[in-house]
């Protein structure tokens, strides 16, 4: 699947609103980075997205003008992530991804989303997902063959199941 496929298959009835807003950050000249369920979805994690907007980084110099660009979208601007320093720190690592033919812009990492996530105690169960992401990435590089999209999301949740604490009523 391609990156935005991947989105609309784990944003469920959100995925036009979500999508129209991707392209028009794209479109944006602003330096911003993608964070965020969004950008786990574009990186390849297998959860369903919960959260119906784009969280995004922006350089300290486009905050404003990007605020502005985007203010009737469903987007989040946050300065410092958690477990981050910012923009400059995410900056390394980030990476292009196209969206589609015409659209590429900055997504954090999977490292970088990992340390995120591991940072914000409400997104443990994200954290994990993103973790079965980056060992797949890890895997099944270019010396083992690659898995079809339902074998990695077959994957994805047998390891999630493993990690999950299983609840019992008491």
Do not use: C, F
């Amino acid at each position: 699947l391609t990156p935005l496929q991947r989105l609309s298959s784990m944003a469920r009835e959100r995925t036009a609103v979500l999508t129209s807003a991707l392209r028009a950050v794209a479109a944006s000249p602003a330096r911003l980075i993608l964070v965020g369920e969004a950008a786990g979805a574009l990186q390849g994690s297998p959860l369903l997205m919960e959260d119906a907007h784009i969280e995004l980084v922006a350089h300290p110099d486009d905050r404003a003008s990007a605020q502005a660009a985007l203010a009737d979208m469903p987007i989040r601007l946050l300065d410092r992530p958690a477990g981050t320093r910012g923009y400059r720190d995410l900056a390394r690592g980030a990476e292009q991804i196209a969206l589609d033919a015409a659209h590429t812009r900055a997504v954090a990492n999977v490292q970088d989303l990992l340390r995120i996530a591991l940072s914000d105690p409400i997104a443990h169960r994200q954290a994990i997902a993103l973790e079965a992401s980056l060992r797949a990435h890890h895997t099944h590089s270019e010396t083992h063959p690659k898995m079809t999209d339902q074998q990695a999301r077959d994957a994805a949740e047998r390891w999630l199941d493993r990690q999950t604490p299983v609840r019992t009523a008491a």
